[in-house]
């Protein structure tokens, strides 16, 4: 059994068959749900308070192999939702609730017209209020609601209703992980009336069999990063090289470590902020610790996230935690003073929407359990609060004179030759830079080769792509 917030599924072993799976189960799924939907359709005629029994007389389809993903999903849902407290006959109801949120849910994305049965008026020549349901605004067909589903499952009988309910609390296992919700329109409405919505990433999952990969938006103000430079390319001084390897320790071991007995109560995810100067490693480190745990990074794009409309950067950020809540993502969060800033006196209603946007962060990298990074080049602009949930803290500083000869040595590679003008050991004990500029050089030296083609980096180059990289830090040659 997988624990709370771990990945369900891996993408390396997806493919054609697990499609094939797939869809064979909800094939036999959805002749399931249409038998179902025509006899309480018949039910409901004559009577629509509906009784254990008649739930009851609906046999489950058989999970004929629990290695199919849609199967192993229904499993997964019921182990962490199952109440060993009920009894026999509330056991196997509550299972054919979750299963059929699931395919009611699934239902509009695969075979819509399974639902037209609700298209139906009453004798005041309108929608049945019981049927729940909304239109969309392209979509012809029926888009089920929670109400959809209490009338599926209960109709009048409030006691079936109040215990179906359940599905949609909060603290259920498939709203902790983002399976299923209800999406709100107005928060003075019924919660009920909120349409049931199935998560991008499970739908792609149980129906194609493919891995998620969400799409940046300002819905999903997030991009993947990766590299394809190794530890040895990274040059840090002796100091920062061992926080990096105390980093690189923790992530290895904080989800055996939130497994134990003792600490697991007390650790929820990792995580770490970088800080220091521009260009001194801190995204390239991040990049490489993702590298080195086969873990996506996801990069916050805070230019998307943050908003001038109240509550918009919230539900930017909600987006974001969601999708990798449940996923070996690492987030990480560049120039992180823009977000994690201070709190500030309440003097106006600005900055009230402020500080409310600086606790909803902190509550959720408090419940975040997996690996997030944030990078900021002054630390002393973030709000205590954020310092105190870092379970690590390092600092990039401008490299000294033997790491910048190290850069310099590292940043043509062997391919050229270079003027006997050029001396690597004056140059890295004269001019402090960071390992960025240092690279700008190169490039410039390289792109000003690329144009002569003759293989050799020239002294007039080098000095001139000196002489940029110093007017950029306000530096003289």
């Known amino acids: 059994m997988l624990p709370l917030g771990w990945g369900l599924f891996n993408p390396k072993k997806m493919s054609f068959k697990t499609s094939l799976g797939n869809a064979k189960a909800l094939e036999k799924e959805l002749i399931w749900f249409e038998n179902f939907l025509f006899e309480r359709a018949e039910f409901g005629k004559d009577n629509d308070f509906v009784t254990e029994e008649f739930l009851l007389l609906h046999s489950l389809p058989d999970e004929e192999d629990e290695t199919i993903l849609y199967y192993k999903t229904l499993n997964e849902i019921h182990n962490h939702t199952k109440n060993k407290d009920l009894t026999y006959t509330y056991h196997v109801l509550q299972r054919m609730g979750e299963r059929m949120a699931l395919i ?28 729940g349901g909304i239109k969309g605004t392209q979509h012809k067909g029926f888009l089920p609601t929670g109400e959809t589903l209490m009338y599926l499952l209960a109709g009048n009988n409030l006691s079936l209703r109040f215990f179906f309910q359940q599905i949609f609390d909060n603290e259920n296992y498939i709203y902790k992980r983002n399976i299923l919700k209800l999406e709100q329109q107005n928060s003075n ?37 990766s590299t394809d430079l190794e530890w040895d390319d990274l040059v840090l001084d002796y100091h920062t090289q061992q926080e990096i ?43 490489l610790l993702g590298k080195d745990i086969g873990a996506e990074i996801y990069r916050i794009d805070l230019s998307k996230v943050v908003s001038k409309f109240v509550g ?19 987030l990480f969060f560049d120039e992180g003073d823009a977000l994690f800033g201070k709190r500030s006196d309440a003097k106006s209603s600005n900055d009230r929407y402020a500080n409310q946007e600086t606790a909803y962060l902190l509550q959720r990298i408090e419940e975040y ?5 944030l990078a900021t080049n002054l630390r002393t ?56 500029g240092i690279k700008n050089v190169a490039l410039y030296c390289v792109v000003m080769e690329k144009d002569r083609k003759d293989n050799a980096i020239h002294y007039e180059d080098f000095r001139e792509g000196l002489r940029k990289q110093l007017a950029k830090d306000g530096k003289v040659l």
């Open 312 to 330: 918009e950067t919230e539900k930017n950020l909600s987006q974001v935690f969601d999708v990798a809540e449940h996923r070996d993502w690492i």
């Open 245 to 287: 390897y105390e980093v690189r320790t923790w992530i290895r071991h904080y989800k055996s470590m939130m497994t134990d007995k003792k600490w697991g109560k007390e650790i929820k995810g990792y995580r770490c902020l970088f800080y220091g100067e521009s260009g001194t490693g801190k995204t390239l480190t991040t990049k």
């Open 189 to 225: 409405e019924p919660f009920l009336c909120g349409q049931m919505v199935i998560s991008p990433e499970y739908l792609q999952i149980l129906t194609t069999g493919k891995p998620y990969a969400p799409q940046y938006s300002q819905q999903f103000p997030a991009t993947p990063i």
């Open 104 to 131: 009611l849910a699934i239902s509009p994305y695969i075979n819509p017209k399974i639902l037209d049965i609700f298209f139906h008026q009453n004798e005041f020549n309108r929608d049945f209020t019981e049927f």
């Open 381 to 436: 602009n973030l709000d205590k609060a954020f310092m105190r949930r870092f379970q690590s803290e390092v600092y990039f500083g401008i490299p000294n004179e033997s790491s910048r000869l190290l850069l310099w040595q590292k940043a043509f590679g062997d391919k050229y030759k270079f003027d006997e003008k050029i001396n690597f050991y004056d140059t890295a004990k004269r001019y402090n830079m960071s390992g960025a």
């Open 369 to 373: 359990t997996g690996i997030l990074l």
